[in-house]
């Protein structure tokens, strides 16, 4: 029996409408792609909805996370299942999509809100704004690869970096209009509803804007040979079905899922999170510097993004990860030791970790083109995100349940979260073991259009590896 057609893409969104006339630029695309992730990086200033949200409502932390949760988790799914649709039906219908689902949750959101059903904010900004959370993050990223494939770390780290420096304008923005509107419920109301229709339309202008290369297109002077000679860099072409049967993409799935695990649960509940570790001290965290906080370890995830994918062009993937991973649970160490005695030291270590946490997203488009080439890239991407949906779920259940729970024993300050702590540097290690095994895809899996042998290097760090 013949499956139904799908829907037909209406033409101005479609694929062949998108194609770049001769002489178009290609530094037109990041901003195309910055003007959705600098929308739906909303997602990370979730936490200074925390406080009105239990307040007016009377949520736990952890319930209060639920409509973050459920965000995260769509943008995994969606992504996951929408990327052979993005593929297929290219970058401006899947930006369309997204601004529609992502406007969408913030005014279904404004509604629970205003009739305090709190489903309804789960509904609205966790479910439908998630999948447009989803399908926007990866709508650009095949795109940047195609456009940038001699700087694909930098084109991929440019766009991503959005999605990070997302709440460093959600954030004040979001406390100026509580503040003005007012926390209850219908200031929060308010707050949804304008943040709804002012995303819906920043995100048309990268509708409107972004293109794809004509088939025959590269860079001046760039041929596919001078990436190759580079460790684990392959010019052969291997399909999103094939990827799923590699032990590499299973690596990576887990080293993205470490890493997202460790960070996000710092960010989803970074302003309240501040605020009782030095509530003890002489010098308590007052709300607006809570929302500081937030806004700078946005910065440090957006800077993370644009820095370290760039430094991953000249160094590796493998290195730079090793840097994340590694680094990474060391200065989750040195925040538990050092606990509430050095407000500067926690507010640095955490906006470092948020820079390895943000440069992992924007590194990972591109170790898998380097994997498995460009063939369906944005497809396999979209799968390798469903580890951000489990990340999404392990990393604020971990931070939320233990401090909770902590705080029903009545213990106070560094108490509350050195548990927490020690469990993500033991899960950065377990991400740091899961990429050392990452090697060339084994040649039987090369199966997309114009497959060649892999071309790696026989020096360097990045040619050893157990996994085949």
């Keep these: 029996m013949t499956p139904p057609a799908l829907p037909a893409v209406p033409a101005v969104l479609s694929r062949a409408r998108t194609v770049a006339p001769p002489g178009w630029s290609r530094w037109l695309v990041p901003p195309a792609a910055l ?14 909805f925390k406080p009105p949200l239990e ?7 952890t319930q209060s996370a639920l409509p973050f949760q459920l965000a995260i988790v769509m943008l995994g799914l969606s992504a996951a299942f929408g990327g052979t649709l993005v593929e297929r039906n290219g970058p401006r219908w899947a930006m ?3 601004a529609l689902c992502f406007a969408s949750g913030f005014l279904i959101s404004a509604l629970g809100a205003a009739t305090s059903q709190y489903w309804l904010i789960v509904l609205g900004y966790g479910f439908v704004g998630g999948i447009g959370l989803g399908i926007g993050y990866i709508s650009p990223v095949s795109t940047l690869i195609k456009w ?4 694909p770390g930098l084109a991929t780290g440019i766009a991503i970096m959005g999605f990070g420096g997302g709440a460093l304008i959600a954030s004040p923005w979001s406390t100026q209009m509580l503040s ?26 990268g509708v409107l804007l972004v293109r794809v290369p004509a088939d025959d297109w590269k860079p001046a002077g760039w041929t596919p040979a001078t990436d190759a000679v580079r460790p684990l860099v392959t010019t052969a072409q291997v399909s999103a079905r094939s990827a799923l049967r590699t032990p590499q993409f299973w690596c990576l799935w887990v080293v993205l899922c470490m890493n997202v695990t460790a960070g996000i649960g710092i960010l989803e509940k970074a302003a309240p999170m501040i605020t009782d570790f030095f509530a003890d001290t002489s010098a308590p965290v007052t709300a607006t510097a809570a929302a500081g906080f937030v806004g700078v370890l946005s910065l440090g995830n957006m800077l993370g993004r644009i820095t370290w994918s760039s430094t991953s062009d000249l160094v590796g993937r493998k290195n730079i990860y090793r840097v994340y991973l590694g680094v990474g649970a060391l200065l989750y160490l040195l925040i538990a030791l050092v606990g509430d005695s050095s407000k500067p030291l926690f507010i640095l270590a955490a906006a470092v970790i948020l820079s390895f946490y943000g440069g992992g997203f924007a590194t990972i488009p591109a170790y898998l083109k380097d994997l498995f080439g460009t063939y369906q890239v944005g497809a396999i991407h979209g799968r390798l ?11 604020p259940l971990i931070v939320n349940a233990i401090a909770d729970h902590e705080k029903s024993a009545g213990r106070t300050g560094p108490d509350l979260y050195t548990t927490s702590f020690v469990i993500m540097m033991v899960l950065l290690v377990v ?3 899961a990429n050392e095994l990452v090697s060339p895809v084994n040649p039987r899996h090369h199966d997309g259009p114009s497959a060649a042998p892999v071309a790696t290097s026989a020096a360097g760090p990045e040619s050893e590896g157990a996994v085949r």
């Excluded at 003007?35 to 200074?48: D, E, F, K, M, T």
């Excluded at 940038?148 to 700087?151: A, K």
């Excluded at 995100?385 to 990393?395: F, R």
């Design 55 to 61: 307040a007016s409502l009377h949520l736990s932390g």
């Design 96 to 98: 369309c999509v997204s």
């Design 431 to 433: 991400g740091f073991v």
């Design 385 to 395: 995100l469903t580890a951000w949906s489990t990340a999404g779920v392990l990393g």
């Design 180 to 205: 003005s509107f007012g926390a209850d419920p219908s200031g929060i109301s308010q707050t949804f509803l304008v943040m709804g229709l002012v995303y819906a339309v920043f995100m048309t202008f």
């Design 148 to 151: 940038f494939p001699d700087r």
């Design 35 to 48: 003007s959705i992730h600098l929308a739906i990086g909303q997602a990370y200033a979730w936490s200074v």
